[in-house]
């Protein structure tokens, strides 16, 4: 069974392990000079945690946290992030996570980003109904080298 809860302090700790996973970071390429500073990534999301325009959830399965979702607002728009634990990818939690996140995160238009080759969370978004809406270039710490994003939208 898959539930999102309201993300505490505690889970910080375990959603710290997710973000060091070689892959995973690869596959989000956008991450943290460093996302091995365990200090900079508590002291960061902590902070998250009492931003009234952010809304970080939790995602359990069977009980076990397996990853995190969120929204939040750069430059006056509201994005989703969302990370899975790499042993956990395959079995569509993402996909369900983020259906049962968008019905309680009614924001709308609400955009998602994503690497050109993380063909895992194109097709999340996809079936979540977000459409692909353009393409940008950025400078990914996780591949140091400027690479195409893809910028996905859901508008209702």
Same mark, same amino acid.
């Given at each position: 069974m898959m #539930?999102?809860? /309201? %993300? %505490?302090?505690?889970?910080l700790e375990t959603l710290f392990v997710f973000q060091t996973n070689k892959d995973g970071i690869y596959l989000a390429a956008f991450t943290p000079n460093d996302p091995n500073d365990k200090n900079a990534y508590i002291e960061k999301y902590s902070k998250f945690l009492s931003d009234p325009t952010i809304n970080m959830r %939790? @995602? /359990?399965f069977n009980d076990e946290i397996v990853g995190s979702i969120s929204k939040f607002?750069? #430059?006056? #728009? $509201?994005e989703i992030t969302y990370w899975i634990d790499r042993k956990f990818w395959g079995r569509g939690i993402a996909t369900k996570a983020l259906t049962n996140f968008?019905? @309680?995160e009614s924001t709308r238009p609400i955009f998602g980003r994503v690497a050109f080759d993380n063909l895992g969370s194109q097709k999340v978004?996809? /079936?979540c109904g977000?459409? /692909? @809406?353009? %393409?940008?270039?950025?400078? $990914?710490? $996780?591949?140091?080298k400027e690479i195409e994003e893809y910028i996905y939208k859901l508008s209702n």
């Open positions: #539930e999102l809860t /309201k %993300t %505490t302090p505690e889970d %939790t @995602i /359990k607002v750069m #430059e006056n #728009e $509201a968008l019905v @309680i978004l996809e /079936k977000f459409v /692909k @809406i353009s %393409t940008d270039k950025g400078f $990914a710490n $996780a591949r140091q």
